[in-house]
Nanobody, 124 residues
Framework: QVQLVESGGGLVQTGGSLRLSCAASGSIFSINTMRWYRQGPGKQRELVATISSTGSTNYADSVKGRFAISKDNAKNTVYLQMNSLKPEDTAVYYC??????????????????WGQGTQVTVSP
C-alpha cells in the first residue's frame, strides 16, 4: 500500500506564492508519472501539471508560466511551485501518482494513487 501526503496549502493574497509538496511512502518499487490536480468550488477536478519518470513536464494552459512541477526522486516527493496566484486558482489540490509496489510474492504491481488533498485559497 502507498500513501500520498500533501502539504503546503493555505491562504495567500492575489499575486502571492505557495509551494505544495506531496510525499509518497510505502512499499515502493518505483514511481512513474506524478500529477497535480485541483478541484475548485462547484467545478470538476482538472489536471494542473504532470511530471514523468524522466522529468518531462506538462501544464494546463491556465497555469503555464506561473506554476512549476518538480520532484525529488530520492525523497519520493513531488512539488508544485505556484507563483502569481489568482483567485481562480482557489481549489483543493490533489497529488496523483502511478506507483509500482512490491507484492508479497516479490512481484511488482502498478497502481494509481491519490492524496487526500490540500486547500489553497487565494484572496482578491
Amino acid at each position: 500500500q502507498v500513501q500520498l501526503v500533501e502539504s503546503g496549502g493555505g491562504l495567500v493574497q492575489t499575486g502571492g506564492s505557495l509551494r505544495l509538496s506531496c510525499a509518497a511512502s510505502g512499499s515502493i518499487f518505483s514511481i512513474n508519472t506524478m500529477r497535480w490536480y485541483r478541484q475548485g468550488p462547484g467545478k470538476q477536478r482538472e489536471l494542473v501539471a504532470t511530471i514523468s519518470s524522466t522529468g518531462s513536464t506538462n501544464y494546463a494552459d491556465s497555469v503555464k508560466g506561473r506554476f512549476a512541477i518538480s520532484k525529488d526522486n530520492a525523497k519520493n516527493t513531488v512539488y508544485l511551485q505556484m507563483n502569481s496566484l489568482k483567485p481562480e486558482d482557489t481549489a483543493v489540490y490533489y497529488c496523483n501518482a502511478d506507483v509500482r509496489t512490491w507484492t508479497e510474492d516479490r512481484n511488482t504491481l502498478l497502481r494509481n494513487y491519490w492524496g487526500q488533498g490540500t486547500q489553497v485559497t487565494v484572496s482578491p
